[in-house]
């Protein structure tokens, strides 16, 4: 028998179907076929003919045929954890609106708690979608460690950390934007900066911690113990009580803006005056903190291209057929935001 050219994956109960696109734009309905699966092996002026033909046409391709066509379903699986958070929700955010500019939908399993049972039911009810690959979202080592026990039946990247040298990492480079936001205390004049460090077994608050700390070695500042908080503007709050109550703080460097909240809170509510007496910087940039009193400088990481960094690394996996590819970890910069809670301390010299 010879081989079959590709399937009409038109919608169903009438309307414009692949042939009539063909014939509008003046090409085969292979070709067609393979600029809706984005196939690379189309010229750009052809690809354009196409999706001109399909936007004047209304053409809407049926997604079980396309399926049954291509062996894909075009669906992308995402794992998260406390997608309510500000930073996964905005990956997420930014995973969705790339997925959807290459033609890919995007099913969301979210975990409400951590360890191995969440995410094995997690990745399971993804799989039964037949998803085309997979992204995680595992801020907690307990999360990376479990991923390893997923069957590798699809591509798989994963956000800030993998314990898997085969999967692709996407993530900020958090150490760094640590460290300049503690240099950036130290260089205005404060002789050591304390720290609200985000808790135990987080990546992100290991590496926060981590810049904190190459900082104060290089500069030869002392180095306070850290204050272990559970990244909750209540804890931020609890802890800052403690430091509002020590006289010789002048700087902190809290791992997230909503620690750093509840500490301004803390030091207005003890009479320490913010940049006046104590300097605040956060770490992620909310919205909100523009508009803290003083506002708040932080450091800024760029979610939304974290997200948008995932989608091309998994279609390029797709695309090429691979189910593995060595891991990577192209840092992605962060951006120092210095707003009015920093300053120079009470007792440093004046500048020039």
């Given at each position: 028998?010879?081989q079959s050219g590709p399937?009409?994956?038109?919608?169903?109960?009438?309307?414009?179907?692949?042939?009539?696109?063909?014939?509008?734009?003046?090409?085969?309905?292979?070709?067609?076929?393979?600029?809706?699966?984005?196939?690379?092996?189309?010229?750009?002026?052809?690809?354009?003919?196409?999706?001109?033909?399909?936007?004047?046409?209304?053409?809407?391709?049926?997604?079980?045929?396309?399926?049954?066509?291509?062996?894909?379903?075009?669906?992308?699986?995402?794992?998260?954890?406390?997608?309510?958070?500000?930073g996964p929700a905005n990956?997420?955010?930014?995973?969705?609106?790339?997925?959807?500019?290459?033609?890919?939908?995007?099913?969301?399993?979210?975990?409400?708690?951590?360890?191995?049972?969440?995410?094995?039911?997690?990745?399971?009810?993804?799989?039964?979608?037949?998803?085309?690959?997979?992204?995680?979202?595992?801020?907690?080592?307990?999360?990376?460690?479990?991923?390893?026990?997923?069957?590798?039946?699809?591509?798989?990247?994963?956000?800030?950390?993998?314990?898997?040298?085969?999967?692709?990492?996407?993530?900020?480079?958090?150490?760094?934007?640590?460290?300049?936001?503690?240099?950036?205390?130290?260089?205005?004049?404060?002789?050591?900066?304390?720290?609200?460090?985000?808790?135990?077994?987080?990546?992100?608050?290991?590496?926060?911690?981590?810049?904190?700390?190459?900082?104060?070695?290089?500069?030869?500042?002392?180095?306070?113990?850290?204050?272990?908080?559970?990244?909750?503007?209540?804890?931020?709050?609890?802890?800052?009580?403690?430091?509002?109550?020590?006289?010789?703080?002048?700087?902190?460097?809290?791992?997230?803006?909503?620690?750093?909240?509840?500490?301004?809170?803390?030091?207005?509510?003890?009479?320490?005056?913010?940049?006046?007496?104590?300097?605040?910087?956060?770490?992620?940039?909310?919205?909100?903190?523009?508009?803290?009193?003083?506002?708040?400088?932080?450091?800024?990481?760029?979610?939304?291209?974290?997200?948008?960094?995932?989608?091309?690394?998994?279609?390029?996996?797709?695309?090429?057929?691979?189910?593995?590819?060595?891991?990577?970890?192209?840092?992605?910069?962060?951006?120092?935001?210095?707003?009015?809670?920093?300053?120079?301390?009470?007792?440093?010299?004046?500048?020039p």
């Amino acid at each position: 028998m010879g081989q079959s050219g590709p399937a009409d994956i038109d919608q169903p109960g009438g309307g414009a179907v692949m042939r009539d696109v063909a014939r509008v734009a003046g090409v085969s309905k292979q070709t067609v076929s393979r600029v809706l699966n984005d196939s690379p092996a189309v010229r750009p002026e052809t690809r354009n003919r196409v999706l001109a033909a399909v936007a004047e046409l209304g053409y809407l391709p049926n997604q079980a045929a396309r399926t049954l066509t291509t062996g894909q379903t075009r669906n992308i699986g995402v794992i998260a954890y406390d997608v309510a958070d500000f930073g996964p929700a905005n990956v997420v955010q930014g995973i969705a609106f790339a997925a959807q500019e290459v033609g890919y939908t995007v099913s969301v399993a979210p975990m409400r708690s951590l360890g191995h049972m969440p995410v094995r039911d997690a990745a399971t009810r993804l799989l039964e979608r037949s998803v085309d690959g997979l992204i995680t979202i595992a801020p907690h080592r307990d999360i990376a460690k479990a991923l390893l026990d997923l069957p590798r039946k699809v591509p798989v990247v994963a956000v800030d950390d993998s314990l898997d040298p085969l999967v692709p990492v996407i993530a900020a480079d958090q150490v760094e934007g640590s460290r300049r936001a503690t240099e950036q205390l130290l260089h205005l004049g404060h002789r050591t900066v304390h720290h609200l460090a985000g808790p135990s077994g987080w990546i992100a608050a290991e590496q926060r911690r981590e810049g904190w700390l190459a900082a104060l070695t290089a500069a030869g500042a002392p180095i306070p113990a850290p204050l272990v908080g559970d990244w909750s503007a209540a804890s931020g709050y609890e802890l800052g009580r403690v430091l509002a109550a020590d006289p010789e703080v002048t700087a902190v460097h809290a791992a997230n803006d909503q620690m750093a909240v509840g500490l301004l809170r803390a030091l207005y509510e003890a009479g320490r005056r913010v940049p006046e007496q104590v300097s605040v910087i956060g770490f992620d940039d909310i919205p909100e903190a523009a508009y803290t009193i003083p506002p708040l400088s932080t450091v800024r990481v760029n979610f939304g291209d974290i997200g948008r960094r995932c989608i091309s690394v998994l279609v390029e996996q797709l695309r090429s057929g691979t189910t593995t590819a060595r891991q990577q970890r192209p840092w992605l910069p962060t951006e120092l935001v210095i707003r009015a809670s920093t300053g120079r301390p009470p007792t440093a010299p004046d500048g020039p």
